[in-house]
């Protein structure tokens, strides 16, 4: 019987490490919470909802904010002054987050 290699082991472990790495709160997910709540769910009307996104594509959303490829004000003051760490923590932390439910419409 052969060893299950550690490189192996490793990979595997690598998405549950990173979530891990999510369980506490960033320090500035304050400011992101007030429109997009605290787990990535809005709680403001068009303000889009952040959990269970990739990574990736919220560090690159961050990028395009912050440097003006996305023209939104508000969104360039809030993430101008963060390092690229705290743009990690804020896109680990959201990505980890369990996805919106479905809504369900109102009953006549």
Same mark, same amino acid.
């Given at each position: 019987?052969k =060893?299950f290699?550690?490189? &192996?082991?490793? #990979?595997? $472990?690598?998405p *549950?490490?990173a979530?891990?790495? +999510?369980?506490?709160?960033?320090?500035?997910?304050?400011?992101?919470?007030?429109?997009?709540?605290e787990?990535?769910? =809005?709680?403001?009307?068009? &303000?889009?909802? #952040?959990? $269970?996104?990739? *990574?990736?594509y919220?560090?690159? +959303?961050?990028?395009q904010y912050?440097?003006?490829?996305?023209?939104?004000?508000v969104?360039?003051?809030?993430?101008?002054?963060?390092?690229?760490?705290?743009?990690k923590?804020?896109a680990?932390?959201?990505?980890a987050?369990?996805? +919106?439910?479905?809504?369900?419409?109102?009953?006549p």
């Amino acid at each position: 019987m052969k =060893a299950f290699p550690l490189w &192996a082991a490793l #990979l595997l $472990a690598a998405p *549950v490490a990173a979530q891990a790495g +999510a369980a506490t709160p960033p320090p500035q997910l304050g400011m992101c919470a007030a429109c997009h709540g605290e787990h990535g769910i =809005a709680v403001v009307p068009g &303000a889009p909802n #952040l959990a $269970a996104q990739r *990574v990736d594509y919220l560090l690159d +959303a961050m990028h395009q904010y912050r440097d003006g490829r996305r023209d939104v004000a508000v969104m360039r003051a809030a993430l101008g002054p963060l390092s690229e760490a705290q743009l990690k923590a804020l896109a680990t932390w959201f990505a980890a987050q369990p996805p +919106a439910s479905p809504q369900t419409e109102a009953s006549p």
